[in-house]
């Protein structure tokens, strides 16, 4: 009678090793900072918060977000990090601005190398419209919504991310295009909304988006499809867009993504797609690309818009081994999600 029991142990034991170690994590943090826009905490301001926290901090410290609509840019430094970002939720608590690119704006297909860290502004405008920027490692945020509420049709960016090491959990982001730079690094998103209609998920960034919400806002009434996601790997790189769980929803259409370099590399698993997705499900950036280096694949999703009979033909078709290897926990984390708070 005790067999049924063990398995259950067993079973139960390899589900908490595969599942994120963040959800286990009793990592404590030694300061925080409260930010209240009517006087009530340390500071009323965001970026005043940020700039409290010293120069090479090695210590978890919480900047605390009451309640409120925030509007300011924030950037924090490379220097700071270790910083968990916490608000009162995404409804209601919110960091907003409305900068954006002026003129045309294009990254290109250049693959990006290296960290960048340094003036966004010098290798695309589109980078230093975000209202968010995180150069750090070590960054988590938590029950919190960040905005670009321009409301134009250029590039403007809610939340940008090049530090390595962010985790993001029931947080919203909301733009139109380029609403979500994840730009390099590993990153892991819980819980999250995702709201654009162009490019609304873009970078070159290694990272897992579980159970998150894609929304589209692109009109109904236009003729021109959005892309979900644009994503850049360099060639030498393991880096990739992954989608394990949650749902493609909103209005007008939306191919799955485009690729931004020729290495590019995105997989939605057991995702629940609404009828918004267009046939083809997949875009080249530009009509002569060479895609037989990207990889763009679906597995085990649902609804509407997950038909793949009308699918591109260099769509990857992966094998369960594949597909393993980039839905399991382990293809972003060494062990760094059990070390934040």
Request: with cysteine; hydrophobic share 40%.
């Amino acid at each position: 009678m005790r067999a049924p029991f063990c398995l259950v142990v067993v079973v139960g034991v390899l589900l908490l090793l595969r599942w994120p170690a963040s959800s286990l994590a009793s990592v404590q943090v030694a300061r925080t900072i409260t930010v209240d826009q009517l006087g009530g905490g340390d500071y009323t301001t965001v970026q005043s918060a940020v700039d409290a926290v010293p120069d090479g901090n090695s210590q978890w410290v919480k900047i605390y977000v009451k309640h409120g609509s925030y509007r300011e840019k924030v950037i924090i430094p490379s220097e700071k990090g270790f910083i968990l970002l916490e608000g009162d939720g995404s409804s209601s608590t919110d960091i907003n601005f409305d900068s954006h690119v002026d003129g045309v704006d294009a990254p290109g297909i250049t693959p990006i190398t290296g960290r960048l860290r340094g003036n966004l502004a010098e290798i695309s405008p589109t980078y230093n419209s975000s209202t968010f920027i995180v150069h750090s490692d070590n960054f988590v945020a938590r029950n919190i919504a960040f905005k670009n509420t321009y409301t134009g049709n250029k590039p403007a960016v809610a939340f940008l991310m090049d530090g390595d090491k962010g985790a993001f959990y029931d947080c919203a982001f909301h733009g139109y295009q380029d609403t979500l730079s994840d730009l390099a690094g590993r990153h892991y998103f819980r819980h999250c909304l995702v709201e654009g209609a162009v490019d609304f998920i873009f970078g070159y960034g290694k990272s897992i988006y579980e159970d998150c919400t894609l929304q589209s806002n692109m009109a109904a009434s236009s003729q021109q499809p959005g892309w979900v996601t644009a994503h850049g790997r360099a060639a030498d790189k393991s880096a990739a867009f992954v989608f394990k769980g949650g749902s493609i929803t909103g209005s007008g259409q939306q191919y799955l993504g485009r690729a931004w370099n020729e290495q590019a590399t995105v997989v939605f698993y057991q995702v629940n797609m609404a009828g918004i997705v267009v046939p083809q499900g997949w875009d080249k950036w530009t009509p002569s690309q060479d895609v037989s280096q990207v990889t763009f694949a679906e597995v085990g999703c649902s609804g509407p818009g997950s038909g793949t009979s009308g699918r591109v033909p260099w769509e990857k078709h992966m094998n369960n081994a594949d597909v393993q290897r980039f839905v399991d926990i382990g293809f972003i984390d060494d062990g760094w999600l059990s070390n934040q708070p």
